[in-house]
């Protein structure tokens, strides 16, 4: 018995003693970072931009590899399934923590299957018009929805999208009744309101942001609770009369199982990275807004997004998937 527990006690301190090398000589082969979204998009941008500044300070190669589909959920799943070493990671965001309530089988669990190092932003969205459209206000939006109900048309980027859901919760809040028509994604959306094929839609900032500033689309208000820094005149949707605040928060995660020393590594290497003047104006021409976290405060507020859609699903009267 007791040349049992010696034989485990020596297999555990080998063991041990094989991983720390590992974890001190921590990257020692090339990272991928898994985007969940196309080339070009926000999330893209952003990792893209955190990627080279983290790479300079871990000395390694971090190759983004976009994995599209099933609103992002291709990318989790193939994370999830990925060695806990440190070098894999994902772009994590609002809408992994949402197929938690949206899908039956989203192919993972956001709580069980990552560690979740840090958050890098938080985005808000925009409920936008056509700027030839006669709708100016919020105000004008309710009035013309509550004249004719159901008349009234908006775009999203998909049944069950977070704009699709938001923008759902905005007209029950408003009381107004309104036609959703949705397209393939955030961008086709807001093309949809340019083109007038649809009389509004709740946006992404950072994706409105470049026509609203080229001048052809009218924001009416925004969902965070302070006005945009870049939309100083555009009010908050609480300001605008409607109290409804909606965000999106965006970071990077490794799947679970990623040594504690590494992910502390990673942390304070993704701090120091968000904490650049060069990435910080970067990040901020894209339009979100910087906001470094704890791994722990990170984890809090992804498993706070699963009941804010259990909200917005009710809202919006859709059923997981």
């Known amino acids: 018995m007791i040349k049992a527990l010696e034989l485990a006690a020596a297999a555990v301190a080998l063991a041990l003693s094989a991983a720390a090398p590992a ?37 390694q190669t971090i190759v983004v590899e976009n994995r599209t589909g099933a609103a992002g959920n291709m990318g989790a799943q193939a994370a999830a399934r990925s060695a806990p070493d440190g070098c894999t990671w994902v772009y994590s965001a609002s809408p992994m923590a949402s197929s938690m309530r949206t899908y039956k089988k989203p192919g993972f669990d956001v709580m069980k299957d990552f560690i979740h190092v840090g958050r890098i932003g938080t985005s808000d969205l925009t409920l936008i018009t056509s700027s030839e459209s006669s ?52 961008n086709d959306s807001v093309t949809a309101v340019i083109g007038k094929q649809v009389d509004f839609a709740l946006a992404i900032t950072s994706v409105a942001l470049p026509t609203v500033d080229s001048g052809k689309l009218r924001p009416l208000a925004v969902t965070a609770p302070q006005r945009h820094a870049r939309m100083p005149n555009v009010p908050t949707l609480t300001e605008a009369g409607l109290k409804v605040t909606l965000t999106s928060i965006g970071g990077l995660s490794v799947p679970a199982g990623t040594p504690a020393p590494i992910v502390k590594r990673l942390s304070e290497t993704l701090h120091q990275a968000l904490a650049r003047p060069d990435v910080r104006a970067k990040l901020d021409a894209l339009g979100g807004r910087i906001t470094p976290s704890t791994p722990e405060e990170y984890s809090a507020a992804l498993r706070e997004e699963i009941a804010t859609t259990e909200k917005l699903m009710a809202a919006a009267k859709i059923e997981a998937q």
């Open 23 to 59: 974890q001190d000589n921590f990257p020692s082969k090339p990272i991928k970072w898994i985007v969940p979204y196309a080339p070009g998009t926000s999330p893209d941008s952003t990792v893209r931009i955190v990627a080279e500044a983290m790479s300079e300070s871990l000395e």
């Open 135 to 186: 709708i100016k206000s919020v105000r004008d939006l309710i009035d013309q929805g509550k004249k004719k109900p159901g008349a009234l048309t908006y775009a999203s980027g998909g049944i069950g999208s977070p704009a699709h859901m938001g923008a759902e919760l905005v007209l029950e809040t408003a009381g107004v009744e309104a036609t959703h028509v949705p397209f393939k994604g955030a």
